[in-house]
């Protein structure tokens, strides 16, 4: 019993947080609920061989930076990969935060995230609605339009037009604003912290052009080796 106190009072700890009103610890329930899964995931893989995504650098990913103390940066970002090299046996990434907020500290990248998002959002719905069309075309011309694997072809696109729409509608909020980079917030990372809503999410498979890049990097040894 004793040596769950400590892990007790954490827990009223947190729950005091939670309660606090402060908008910073909005989701502290939801952060100390994924943390907990993260470690159990870490748990698990240790006895295993893990393979992790390789990521090439000026890649743009969705990470869980979670709540964290005083100003350091907190919450959920998208994040510039830096590292110059990756393999599928690295767990770990240095990132540079993005963030819409304009400061004298912030770096403004000219080139914006959105269109980047949709170009390849777009090449993706051609894709779906020309399969959605054809299966509406085989369902007007099937002589049982109840048969049960048309029924279930038609379910799959539908679900999958929704989780394609459930994507499409989070990057759209990014329609009007600028692009900035956190260089002051540069952080390491574990890749479990790395999120996709779905799989139509084109979240680390986009990434900024080579003179991006050079722009960040350049303020960053500016800031930190001047």
Same mark, same amino acid.
């Given at each position: 019993m004793e040596e769950n106190a400590p892990l007790e009072a954490a827990v009223n700890n947190f729950k005091k947080i939670?309660? &606090?009103?402060?908008?910073?610890?909005k989701y502290m329930n939801s952060w100390c609920l994924e943390y907990s899964e993260f470690l #159990?995931?870490? *748990?698990?893989? #240790?006895?295993?061989?893990k393979s992790y995504t390789r990521y090439k650098k000026g890649t743009i990913i969705y990470v869980k930076l979670g709540v964290n103390v005083g100003r350091e940066f907190s919450g959920?970002?998208?994040?510039? *990969?830096?590292?110059?090299?990756? &393999?599928?046996?690295?767990p770990i990434l240095t990132v540079v935060p993005l963030t819409s907020s304009? &400061?004298?500290?912030? *770096?403004h990248i000219e080139e914006d995230l959105l269109p980047l998002v949709l170009e390849?959002?777009?090449?993706?719905?051609?894709?779906?609605a020309k399969k959605i069309m054809n299966n509406l075309e085989k369902v007007s011309k099937a002589e049982n339009?109840?048969?049960?694997?048309?029924?279930?072809?038609?379910?799959?696109?539908?679900?999958?037009?929704?989780k394609y729409s459930k994507v499409r509608k989070r990057y759209e909020r990014f329609k009007y604003k600028k692009t900035y980079a956190n260089v002051l917030n540069i952080t390491t990372i574990s890749k479990d912290r790395i999120s996709k809503i779905n799989r139509y999410d084109p979240a680390g498979e986009i990434s900024y052009t080579k003179e991006t890049v050079d722009k960040i990097e350049n303020s960053i040894k500016n800031r930190f080796l001047s």
């Open positions: 939670q309660n &606090s009103g402060i908008y910073k610890f #159990l995931d870490e *748990v698990r893989l #240790l006895k295993e061989n959920n970002h998208f994040c510039m *990969v830096l590292n110059n090299h990756d &393999s599928n046996k690295n304009r &400061s004298k500290f912030n *770096v390849k959002m777009d090449a993706t719905g051609k894709d779906l339009p109840y048969d049960q694997k048309l029924l279930d072809e038609n379910k799959s696109l539908n679900d999958d037009f929704k």
